[in-house]
């Protein structure tokens, strides 16, 4: 027999192991259950963390006191901070990770996590009574008693996997597939849908010849995701290569065409358009003759590798014969085929922003069962949910953020708000407030509202103060210390920007747009000397230079967001009665009773609902 | 919602029909400030609330209208903030003019039943109007809407296409480097990214251009009437606007003199530019009469120049025409000629003496021989301007700003393209540009962008 919980989680990947996080940090009693406990959060598709949108993602969840970020710098093999060319709010950091370490890092983590346990079985039915969560039955047909479910099922849900002709259930190549609970919710009144995701084939790097290849090498000056003193940045790194299609290897592909799942009609599912399989590729850019491949070593040790950029669901004699006609892997020698899988989701806007479904009473969705793609973005929905679930059994306020705090508000609202046809991926385009949303103050942004919760411990908080005070201390000494020209004007005439006459305040040089911070603490003994007896740090510098370089475009987005702030507080109670105000257009009455928005703020963000709508809602609500 | 947050708004208060006075209510924080900097006359600034002044709306320092500015200082007003009514006439070419400044000033346009809307959150009504104030929001919303689709015809409506499609695509472009930075595709360089803005402004700048023209269709054709005393400019005039006495607006009757007539001739209608000047009797001392015309031709598309047929000369004609040349042509402006009082004389007489001048009209204003020629002339120059035949025209003042605005934020990123700065800033003036076109088009999202994006690139591993 086993214990009543506070929380189960349903599933262990990147959503599952984050919601039981969330919950244990917050003194909820969890029990993880999961079918396979070797594949705890496993890297299912690349074995890669983060990358643009998503870096910023792994940051805030490292910030909110999730474990991702810590697990990724821990099993990290590279690190690249992607787009430096571009302004600091397209910053990404990413990194290649050691797939095992991956996994057994995470499962040490959560073992070491006081408040979680684990059940190796299957769910497969819900104990629902009037409309409140009771618990979960298993497939051994064990009962388990609890206040609530989280269920981060990814692909499980009636996987079926596509490889060519042969179609197989399963929820991940060599996995069983999960049964009976999509039924179940749908008697509920859940609606449902189908998703389709691929994966490349892998291969045996002993095989492949890398000098014909571009390597692609890991930062020079590494950095790394957790803000927190558990981790340090690489001291060694592997490298990545990439190699380029060509027109045989697209013959060759095309050969197999009528037996894709893809194109014969075997597949009616959506799959992520930004993630599409190499056959697609060919199919819909014809006219180009070569695709990259990106070939990402799987480990430290392994000699697996896995073929970015090559995912398809043809036949496996087909992907064989294809993938040999790359350059490098002429003599290729292949682990397993590529492939697609479907899989159940369910329309995230059947969600409140709690990721608590409006159906059932203490039953989350977190990850792929929403739509989603992504390790980032089921890690950090899991983390929500779990969070949410705790403080809902602990009778407090949910733990909700707006679209100006985090990428995962923004998220989050737009799944629930206007929803997703397609396995929807983060993109920093998807954020209004880009540039407040940066990877560098994702703990300002955070860490404060996850230390009082108890998400974070002083540390953090420490940290961060000292961050904050370096340039508060960089401000005040640039504002009053001078520059001499005879230091200075050797470094002005370099970077080709006009040189001193005379004695200027240091904080004058600081928004010359052809100089960093750097370039003026060398043309400055005094500068150098403060920094010095400061113990000023790069973030530090990094931080004030931002704000202060950027301060126009940063006050801009503030202030837009502050607009939008006065429809944020303004709430829609939950019984209101759309069809009863006459004066709502038709369209906007009927979509906010499906949605039923919890803000004036979200309600303006459903597509349909015009301005006039609002200000209809605000008369009402209002005053 | 605290009102000291909001936006100025303003709009027309009274009906939008020709009218003997017209109202525009402006309403918010800075509802004093931004009056007072188009107002010539006291300090609004200083003047205590519910008082009335006296003064002139200028552009640039050029009469736009007499005017009377009732100040309501919050929370004694309607809606409770700050308000100002302005009194102006009625002529629907003054208010648009009065309109466009107040925007240009940081006004912008009330939404559908806005200013109801503040005085209910104001608490100026009861809780129980909550269900007529809701009412009137959505009847003058569908009414705008209507009125905007009306206008959203052809040409138009086709123009605003390519300018949405070509905005998404520069749009996508920048996206495109930020998002997909490390995909195997062709990213645009930054001379490119120039040209395509520019070539966006231009389509915009095309529009915003096509309002102005649009509206001397929709708001009258400003004509000025010009000449030596007693060429007989006035009985002219008022032969005109007798024959449309019916469908003519004036003003007179008002406390103040008219500055304007209007009539209706052929379906189009005509504005009379300074008829309180030409009215006045006071001798005027300049010899060809032509150096009020000069002043006043910035804001005329056609120039009436009147001479006595029994006094003047085709030489001191060819003057004229070399005076006026210049700015006529700066401006675009038409000039007419017209011979008066050709009852005192041999008409083929006349005609043999000025064969050089060929558009010339003769007539006699007193007999009212010929004036209706010179009507039929008026509006033959108007409908063989090129932009009336176009029906790719901006009318509604709504699209014009939302236009205008829209361009503004183009420029911003123009100019952040010139300075070298990174794409991610560049991006938040684009978006700026895409919501302003948005409020014409339809907001314009993520979605699109990224749809745009995926179905022209190759992306993803």
Redesign the interface.
């Known amino acids: 027999m086993i214990d009543s919980y506070d929380v189960v989680v349903v599933g262990a990947g990147h959503a599952g192991c984050e919601a039981a996080v969330g919950a244990a940090k917050l003194g909820a009693k969890v029990l993880m259950v999961t079918m396979d406990m070797t594949r705890t959060a496993q890297l299912s598709c690349?074995p890669a963390m983060g990358?643009?949108?998503k870096g910023q993602i792994l940051r805030e969840i490292d910030a909110l006191g999730g474990y991702s970020a810590i697990v990724a710098d821990k099993s990290a093999i590279q690190f690249r901070m992607?787009?430096r060319?571009?302004?600091p709010?397209?910053w990404s950091p990413r990194t290649q990770n050691d797939r095992s370490m991956f996994n057994n890092i995470w499962r040490l983590m959560l073992e070491q996590t006081p408040n979680v346990d684990f059940w190796q079985d299957m769910v497969n039915a819900l104990i629902v009574e009037n409309g409140k969560i009771k618990g979960v039955k298993t497939g051994l047909g064990i009962e388990i008693s609890c206040k609530s479910v989280i269920v981060s099922s990814g692909t499980f849900l009636n996987g079926l996997i596509h490889i060519g002709d042969k179609q197989m259930g399963g929820g991940r190549s060599g996995e069983k597939a999960s049964y009976g609970m999509t039924e179940q919710l749908e008697e509920f009144g859940f609606q449902s849908g189908r998703m389709k995701t691929g994966t490349p084939p892998r291969v045996d790097g002993r095989s492949l010849d890398y000098s014909v290849m571009e390597e692609q090498e890991g930062d020079e000056e590494p950095g790394k995701f957790s803000f927190s003193d558990d981790t340090s940045p690489l001291s060694k790194q592997r490298s990545c290569h990439i190699t380029y299609t060509n027109s045989t290897v697209h013959d060759i592909l095309r050969e197999g065409f009528d037996r894709s799942p893809m194109f014969n009609g075997t597949i009616q599912s959506i799959g992520?358009?930004?993630?599409?399989s190499i056959e697609d590729?060919i199919h819909?850019?014809a006219d180009?003759n070569r695709?990259?491949v990106?070939v990402e070593p799987e480990g430290w040790e392994t000699v697996e590798v896995y073929v970015?950029?090559f995912?398809t669901s043809l036949p496996e004699e087909i992907q064989f014969k294809a993938i040999r006609e790359i350059k490098g892997f002429e003599k290729a020698k292949i682990f397993r085929p590529g492939y697609a899988i479907e899989y159940d989701y369910f329309p995230p806007t059947q969600l409140k922003y709690t990721l608590e479904t409006k159906l059932v009473d203490g039953l989350y969705f977190a990850g792929q069962i929403n739509g989603t793609t992504g390790y980032e973005e089921a890690g950090c929905q899991g983390l929500m949910a779990g969070i949410n679930a705790a403080l809902k059994i602990q009778e407090k306020e949910p733990f909700i953020l707006s679209r100006d705090e985090a990428y995962i508000g923004v998220l989050i609202d737009d799944l629930i708000t206007k929803g997703t046809e397609e396995p929807y991926r983060m993109?920093?385009?998807?954020a209004?407030y880009?540039?407040l949303l940066r990877q560098d103050n994702a703990d300002e942004r955070l860490s404060r509202k996850a230390h009082e919760m108890g998400l974070v411990d002083e540390n953090r908080i420490r940290n961060l103060d000292s961050k904050l005070e370096g340039k508060q201390k960089l401000q005040s000494f640039l504002e009053k210390e001078s520059a001499v020209p005879d230091e200075i004007n050797p470094i002005l005439e370099e970077k080709n920007t006009s040189k001193l006459n005379q004695k200027v305040k240091l904080i004058s040089l600081v928004n010359r747009?052809e100089l960093q911070l750097n370039d003026i603490i060398d043309g400055s003994e005094s500068f150098k000397d403060f920094i010095d007896r400061e113990n000023i740090n790069k973030e530090q510098i990094q931080l004030f230079e931002i704000e202060s370089k950027?301060a126009g475009?940063i006050e801009?987005?503030k202030e837009m967001a502050?607009?939008m702030k006065?429809l944020e507080n303004i709430k829609i109670p939950g019984n209101i009665d759309y069809n009863k105000?006459?004066?709502?257009?038709a369209e906007a009455a009927e979509k906010m009773t499906n949605i039923k928005p919890e803000t004036l703020s979200q309600a303006s963000r459903i597509?349909g609902v015009?301005?006039?709508?609002i200000?209809?809602l605000?008369?009402?609500l209002?005053? | 919602?605290h009102s000291n947050?909001e936006d100025t708004i303003c709009a027309l208060a009274s009906g939008s029909g020709p009218a003997a006075i017209s109202v525009i209510r402006i309403s918010g924080p800075k509802a004093i400030e931004i009056c007072n900097t188009i107002f010539k006359g006291k300090d609004l600034n200083k003047v205590d609330s519910h008082t009335i002044h006296f003064g002139t709306i200028r552009e640039d320092d050029v009469l736009v209208d007499e005017v009377l500015v009732s100040v309501f200082k919050g929370p004694n007003s309607y809606t409770g903030e700050d308000v100002i009514e302005l009194s102006c006439h009625g002529s629907p070419y003054i208010r648009q003019k009065i309109i466009n400044l107040l925007l240009d000033h940081g006004a912008r346009s009330a939404?559908?039943?806005?200013f109801t809307?503040r005085a209910?959150?104001n608490?100026k009504m009861d809780?129980s109007q909550?269900?007529a104030?809701?009412?009137l929001?959505?009847s003058?919303?569908e009414a705008s809407h209507k009125l905007a689709m009306q206008q959203m015809r052809g040409g138009f409506s086709s123009e605003i296409g390519k300018l949405r499609e070509e905005l998404i695509n520069f749009a996508s472009l920048i996206?495109l480097?930020?998002?997909?930075?490390?995909?195997?595709v062709e990213f645009a360089d930054r001379s490119e990214l120039k040209d395509l803005i520019l070539k966006v402004h231009k389509l915009a700048q095309g529009l915003i251009e096509s309002f102005k023209v649009g509206n001397v269709l929709k708001n009258g054709v400003p004509v000025v009437i010009a000449g030596k005393p007693n060429a007989g400019k006035s009985t002219l005039l008022n032969q005109i606007l007798k024959e449309e006495r019916a469908i003519v607006s004036s003003v007179e009757g008002t406390t103040r003199d008219t500055i304007e007539d209007e009539a209706v001739l052929n379906g189009v209608i005509f504005r009379f530019i300074d008829t309180a000047g030409i009215r006045e009797t006071q001798d005027e001392v300049e010899a060809i009469g032509v150096k009020k015309t000069l002043e006043q031709i910035e804001t005329a598309a056609i120039v009436v120049y009147m001479f006595d047929v029994n006094t003047f000369t085709p030489s001191t004609l060819r003057d004229v025409i070399k005076e006026l040349e210049e700015p006529l042509s700066r401006n675009g402006a038409k000039l007419l000629l017209v011979g008066n009082k050709i009852d005192q004389q041999d008409e083929e007489t006349v005609r043999a003496q000025y064969k050089d001048f060929d558009d010339m009209i003769l007539i006699s204003a007193k007999d009212n021989q010929n004036v209706e020629k010179l009507s039929n002339k008026l509006v033959d120059l108007i409908e063989t301007q090129e932009v009336s035949s176009s029906d790719v025209m901006v009318t509604n003042s709504r699209h014009y700003e939302a236009l205008t605005k829209a361009d503004a934020s183009l420029m911003n990123a123009l100019k952040g393209l010139e300075?070298?700065?990174?794409?991610?800033?560049i991006?938040?003036d684009i978006?700026q540009s895409l919501h302003y076109l948005g409020e014409i088009t339809g907001q314009i999202?993520?979605d699109d962008?990224?749809g745009n994006i995926?179905s022209n690139f190759?992306?993803?591993?």
């Open positions: 690349n990358g643009v949108a992607l787009n060319s571009k302004g709010a397209m992520p358009r930004y993630c599409p590729k819909r850019f180009r695709h990259q990106f970015n950029g995912s993109f920093t385009s998807r209004e880009r540039i747009p950027y475009y801009k987005e502050d607009k006065r105000l006459s004066s709502l257009s597509s015009s301005p006039a709508d200000s209809v605000l008369v009402h209002g005053r | 919602m947050t939404n559908a039943g806005e809307l209910f959150m608490k809780l909550a269900e104030v809701a009412d929001i959505s003058e919303s996206e480097e930020l998002d997909f930075s490390e995909e195997d300075t070298g700065i990174t794409g991610d800033f991006a938040t978006r999202t993520t962008l990224l995926f190759c992306i993803g591993k």
